[in-house]
T-cell receptor
Framework: DAGVIQSPRHEVTEMGQEVTLRCKPISGHDYLFWYRQTMMRGLELLIYFNNNVPIDDSGMPEDRFSAKMPNASFSTLKIQPSEPRDSAVYFC?????????????FGAGSRLTVL | AQSVTQLGSHVSVSEGALVLLRCNYS??????LFWYVQYPNQGLQLLLK??????LVKGINGFEAEFKKSETSFHLTKPSAHMSDAAEYFCAVRLNNNDMRFGAGTRLTVKP
């Protein structure tokens, strides 16, 4: 398996533009997580899905952020309109539920810079 | 609410010295605990996990962690640091609803 695949790896955009980050989880995994990492706030959970259904989106900063998972092999995180404070590395991770302990497998991340 | 606290945002050791990265958890029930490592410009990778099977957990790259209920701790250790261990390390706890919460991270620097 190629692991969790995220695209783009780097994105530079101007304030006000729409940004779409993409994630392909590991085949067969039933959980998908979106995290944001910044120097100031560390690693924050934004939202996670179970079997394509959003379970907890309490970490989504505001209405400018939205996430979808139309099928088991694809998820998007959209920011519209983007702001400079959204600059961060966004990680997608997936896991397979196993009684005992889930292990998250992370993608390489998407580094977003909003000018 | 379950959470983890990592003591020390930055730890510096000499090559060959003991590595000790501290993590304390707060949980009203036996937790599932993890250590992840992040190398520069990469995603997080699992080092080891505690699932109540054994209190001393061995992970990859010579790391291990000991679950101590009396101290609510899950510190990460390695007897002899290597230059390649330089990275950021995250302690994490799995919540009852299956999501994962991470500590703030500890950046490990290894001096030659």
């Amino acid at each position: 398996d190629a692991g969790v695949i995220q695209s783009p790896r780097h994105e530079v955009t101007e304030m006000g533009q729409e940004v779409t980050l993409r994630c392909k989880p590991i085949s067969g995994h039933d959980y998908l997580f979106w995290y944001r990492q910044t120097m100031m706030r560390g690693l924050e959970l934004l939202i996670y899905f179970n079997n394509n259904v959003p379970i907890d989106d309490s970490g989504m900063p505001e209405d400018r952020f939205s996430a979808k998972m139309p099928n088991a092999s694809f998820s998007t995180l959209k920011i519209q309109p983007s702001e400079p404070r959204d600059s961060a590395v966004y990680f997608c991770a997936s896991s397979l539920f196993v009684p005992g302990a889930n292990v998250l497998t992370f993608g390489a991340g998407s580094r977003l810079t909003v000018l | 609410a379950q959470s983890v606290t990592q003591l020390g945002s930055h730890v510096s050791v000499s090559e060959g010295a003991l590595v000790l990265l501290r993590c304390n958890y707060s949980s009203s029930v036996p937790p599932y605990l993890f250590w992840y490592v992040q190398y520069p410009n990469q995603g997080l990778q699992l080092l080891l996990k505690y699932t109540s099977a054994a209190t001393l957990v061995k992970g990859i790259n010579g790391f291990e962690a000991e679950f101590k209920k009396s101290e609510t701790s899950f510190h990460l250790t390695k007897p002899s640091a290597h230059m390649s261990d330089a990275a950021e390390y995250f302690c994490a706890v799995r919540l009852n609803n299956n999501d994962m919460r991470f500590g703030a991270g500890t950046r490990l620097t290894v001096k030659p």
